[in-house]
């Protein structure tokens, strides 16, 4: 909750940080040019070749350095604002993001070429790592981990932003386009945390230890009606292999834990499709004592 908090304050004060440019219609041409610098090659990401990911990797990092980068048949610099790159850092979180809500929660093997440039940019720029991580937990507050609660005085909606819905036109979204969104934002998170170093960056900053806390954080909270066994499954289906490889035995111990007693405390409040697809996933393991690895 203390990591929560400071990283929050941290997004506001670096929203601010450039606010001057945000309202500086002068500069109108300028932000639409970073919005295309970084919505091309994030939108082009895919697992073509590591070449591909390369050639997108290299453009990222160079716009957020304030170099000259090409857009279409025009180039664009960053540093041609003083808030030109703090803009264009929070920018690229958001959009990573946004790649989570649209592309992985419907095509679960994108989540690893997005956390591979994740990962390789989080170690090049510390700032990105940390706005990536807030805005994360702004959209996901299970992954702090945390059920926020409702403070008095809240209306619902206000209660249901809090909780990681999306409100359009005073209309709150429904229950199961809600849980395919947290479930594409959690394969990002539990692919970044798997994800390998790029040759020549020493470590994953956020890497599998991430994972282990996340984890025995969210198996101390009571359980929740669909989203704690969704969150489960996506994190167990993406990760499960790579932390009974790293932590072994303690990991095998932890998960006699899961499917003895927390599998019974969700069941006893929840029967809907997140818990039997939680309850298929956990028998597999059981039958074969390990989770396979993804795809």
């Not at 090659?41 to 997108?56: E, F, G, M, R, T």
């Not at 299970?142 to 909780?163: F, N, T, W």
């Not at 095998?252 to 927390?262: E, P």
Request: proline share 4%.
């Amino acid at each position: 909750l203390h990591t929560y908090s400071e990283l929050q304050q941290f997004l506001d004060n670096f929203t601010h940080s450039y606010e001057d440019l945000l309202k500086d219609e002068k500069m109108k041409n300028f932000k639409f040019s970073c919005k295309k610098a970084i919505n091309i090659p994030v939108n082009a990401i895919s697992a073509v070749n590591s070449q591909h990911l390369l050639d997108k990797y290299t453009k990222l990092p160079n716009l957020l350095q304030g170099k000259t980068v090409d857009v279409g048949d025009t180039h664009i610099c960053a540093v041609q604002h003083t808030q030109g790159v703090a803009f264009c850092q929070n920018l690229l979180a958001k959009k990573f993001l946004l790649q989570g809500d649209l592309m992985i929660s419907s095509k679960p093997e994108a989540s690893f070429c997005y956390a591979a440039i994740i990962s390789a940019l989080w170690y090049d720029n510390e700032n990105f790592g940390k706005l990536f991580l807030a805005h994360l937990h702004k959209q996901c507050p299970y992954l702090v981990p945390m059920y926020p609660p409702r403070a008095i005085g809240q209306s619902d909606k206000e209660y249901y932003i809090s909780l990681g819905y999306q409100c359009t036109d005073n209309i709150i979204e429904k229950q199961d386009k809600f849980l395919k969104r947290m479930t594409g934002i959690m394969r990002l998170y539990a692919a970044v945390i798997i994800t390998k170093p790029k040759r020549g960056q020493l470590r994953n900053l956020h890497g599998i230890h991430e994972g282990w806390r996340w984890l025995s954080s969210f198996l101390n909270m009571e359980p929740k009606l669909d989203i704690t066994a969704t969150l489960l499954h996506g994190f167990f289906e993406i990760t499960g292999s790579t932390m009974q490889n790293v932590y072994g035995k303690v990991f095998i111990k932890l998960m006699q834990f899961v499917c003895q007693v927390y599998l019974p405390m969700i069941q006893k409040i929840d029967t809907g499709g997140p818990v039997t697809r939680l309850e298929v996933l956990l028998q597999d393991y059981v039958k074969h004592g390990r989770f396979d690895e993804p795809q």
